[in-house]
């Protein structure tokens, strides 16, 4: 197959002649025709059976227009009018919607000589404060369709047309789709469609209602493949969603000995993301298969020895972005050797993505000019359009911000003299919190003036003259701020009211003055305390630092000095390890090195070339990992990436990992119930650091008991976190349906959701606190229940706790320490995720197994020391097992 090309082509009406599923609900749907009069109409376009209404509720200005009849023919009704904008740098449509939902957004654009100028404009379209794209119409009356997946960082969404030149900037039409928040998942950013496609001779072109989420597929064909179709029906129960006529029809190679490939280009700089469908939908006979390689960009793998199932669509996908030097994509399916039949395909998404750089306003702030703007009625302000702060080049006329780093814009200062505001000061101004200047001077406001303006800490400057018809008196508490010389109320031209200072005497003046200094003082010296208390109060409590204080010292760190200092060469890595003398172990990624660095040991594990990435995702993670530091996380101390050789270097852990442990590989002596049970919690705030610490929060995706480490000197201390994210179990990418994880600890939800979550950790460690407590293997066929999930519940029906807890550990332990544990280890093992604990709730638990099992030792110490036969009775009444 040669290339795909880059922009999604316009429909021509064209619907499937597939027979269609029942129809769809489109409740949800966002469906607007741009420029439909009067604003009240709707309709339903016969070949899609969606319904448009009128874009006027979304807007604010902008003409209305209509394409020449001559190119009305061949095209859907909602590109017959369209929204102009001859006013304006910036115009943008409005949506209330929720935060963290995710949207199909499409634009269409279609000119049709709508102005008689027959010039095609040239403008941008921007979503939020961000480019989006440039739009460039091909004729006069071919239209293109631009399409972005899109997760809401606000309540609000505001899609903008941007003008760039001398021509008017225009929309025929503009399509919110929610899409499921589990799909289309990136590392950071949004998705830009740049092709969808399926197939199959006909129809040309799918959407709703075939395809629910109404994305639009275009038909691909070419002379070196040929289609294959079925008409059986195919499971398309993964959550993409795949319509019903892209799953039935495939393409092969046409020579089946060939590859099928397929190749793209975007700019070198463009990172991509790419979805495949896959569905076997010819019937093999016996000794038949169909197996291939999937592999990208010269060679690198992706997915070895796939088989696609039968009748039932699997989507494989890359969950870190591909890059490419030259901006040229291609993708390669092969057949193994052991494959009779060719490779296939049955859909193709590509995209790419779009990093958002510009942070929207603070969103209260947002809503209150919005607020503000209905209110004075200032619609015809025409750069009051789209977020009021950012990007810079377009804020809103009359407003300052403060830009602070990776941090939302604040509105520090809003001018609005002489724009005619009629009505009430509005109480909206005091959600800008962060005002310093505020000039409502020359209008005709009326009423009072409000005490609210006291309370707004940082206001400096009010300029309220020239308004006839207000009230002047200032409320007390006003004039409090006033006096104090905090606050400077300018309410008529000539009189600046700055503090009465005429009538005040000298000395009170001094005074005043001499208070506001004492006052800034002491609030400089209370900062610094509490700065300063705030660390040493977290020193200790390495469980929960607070967010903002490891965003910080993130920030502070320069990663390009990180970088530098813990880079290390190959040579280096020989000599560190001896070359490679001692192996420690062999993991999923691959083997691990004992090395020396600088007087400590060190364990160096080196990527296998199988698993290995494009260096720019390595490196990216290993920034990561190289910020996250804490007591009961193993730590990262250095990483070498010299040519073909990826290697991370950790922090060593002289006595091995839990499993080797528990089974009594190393040394004879058994863990005692109290170590399990500060293993247990160190790991258990290690993972809760994980979760709730870090920025952003990360899912380890592999606990198991030979992921935690331990060290007489540190402690328990988890391992391997944030790997499995740049080094998924199948080579660079992750195939719904197919396990990944580790056997008996990977989250029964995984089969259904193919998403792990932070819930799915808390699983796997519930599998490993009942580890700790019986010693028994994960899964063991010969038992009545294989897993020890099933088997502990199982257990614990027929018998009591003794039955289950690790008889090598003699009766030495507490039994209602034991209790707790068990259930709250079968908490974290339900199979509902929503069930399952937080892991800050099981850290707080495992803290209160500690504090028993310390109590409990406490108890019997004091018994020997004491010898007192009352004490231990109490002491027995009070942790005695309860009935069960
Ligand atoms: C539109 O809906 C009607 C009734 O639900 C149905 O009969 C018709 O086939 C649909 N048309 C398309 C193009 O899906
Ligand atoms: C969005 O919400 C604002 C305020 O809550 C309201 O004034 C506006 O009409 C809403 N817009 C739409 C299109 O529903
Ligand atoms: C996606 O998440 C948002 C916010 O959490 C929620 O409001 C929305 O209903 C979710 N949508 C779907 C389809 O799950
Ligand atoms: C669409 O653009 C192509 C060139 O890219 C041109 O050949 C074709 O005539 C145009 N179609 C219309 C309807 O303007
Ligand atoms: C997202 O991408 C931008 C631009 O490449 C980068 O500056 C930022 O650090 C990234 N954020 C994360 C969380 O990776
Ligand atoms: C592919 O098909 C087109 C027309 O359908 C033809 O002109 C071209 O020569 C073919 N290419 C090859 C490599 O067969
Ligand atoms: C198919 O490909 C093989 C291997 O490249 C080649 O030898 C053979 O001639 C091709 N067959 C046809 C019909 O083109
Ligand atoms: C398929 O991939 C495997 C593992 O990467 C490799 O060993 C094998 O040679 C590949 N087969 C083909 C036909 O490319
Ligand atoms: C072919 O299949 C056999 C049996 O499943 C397997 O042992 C062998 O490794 C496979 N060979 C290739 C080249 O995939
Ligand atoms: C102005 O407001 C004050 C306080 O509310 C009130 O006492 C006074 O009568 C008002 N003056 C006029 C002229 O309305």
Known sequence: MKSIHGVLLLLITAKGIFESVQAQDQSEFISLACGLVPKSTTYTEKTTNITYQSDANYIDGGLVGRISDEYTTLLQKQTWTLRSFPKGKRNCYNFNLTAKSQYLIR???????????????????????????SIKLDGIGNGTIHEMIHVLTQDRLQVCLVKTGETTPFISSLELRPLNNNTYLTQNGSLIAVSRAFFSPNPVFIRYDEDLHDRTWIRHLDNESVPISTDLLVDTGNPYDVPQAVAKTASVPRNASQPLTFDWTLDNTSQSYVYMHFA?????????????????NGGKNMYSYFRPEKLEIKTVYNIIALSSPDGNFSFSFTMTGNSTLPPLINGLEIYKVLHLLELETDQDEVFAMVNIKTTYDLSKKVSWQGDPCAPQSYRWEGLNCSYPDSEPPRIISLNLAENKLTGSITPEISKLTQLIELDLSKNDLSGEIPAFFADMKLLKLINLSGNQGLNTTIPDSLQQRINAKSLTVIVSQTVTLKDNSKKVPMVAIIASVVGVFALLVILAIFIVLRRKHGKSANAPRPTSVPISMVHNEARSFNPAIITKERRITYPEVLKMTNNFERVLGKGGFGTVYHGNLDDAQVAAKMLSHSSAQGYKEFKAEVELLLRVHHRHLVGLVGYCDDGDNLALIYEYMEDGDLRENMLGKRGGHVLTWGKRMQIAVEAAQGLEYLHNGCRPPMVHRDVKTTNILLSEQSGAKLADFGLSRSFPIDGECHVSTVVAGTPGYLDPEYYRTNWLSEKSDVYSFGVVLLEIVTNQPVID????????????????????????????????????????????????????SNRRPTMAHVVMELNECVALENARRQGSEDMYTRGSVEFSHTSASEFSPGAR
């Open 280 to 296: 076997e939908i010819q019937t093999l006979k016996d000794g038949e298969i169909r197996e291939f390689n999937i592999t990208y």
């Open 107 to 133: 634009g269409t654009f279609v000119y049709g000589n709508y102005d008689e100028l027959k010039q095609i404009p040239e403008f941008d379209l921007h979503i939020g404060p961000n480019k989006w794209t």
């Open 781 to 832: 066929k010969t038992r009545e229940r294989p897993h020890i999930s099933e088997w502990v519940g199982f257990m614990l029906t027929k018998g009591d706790i003794k039955s289950i807890v690790d008889p090598k550990l003699m009766g030495e332990y507490d039994t209602n320490g034991a209790w707790k544990i068990v259930e709250l280890a079968l908490g974290c093992v339900n199979p509902s």
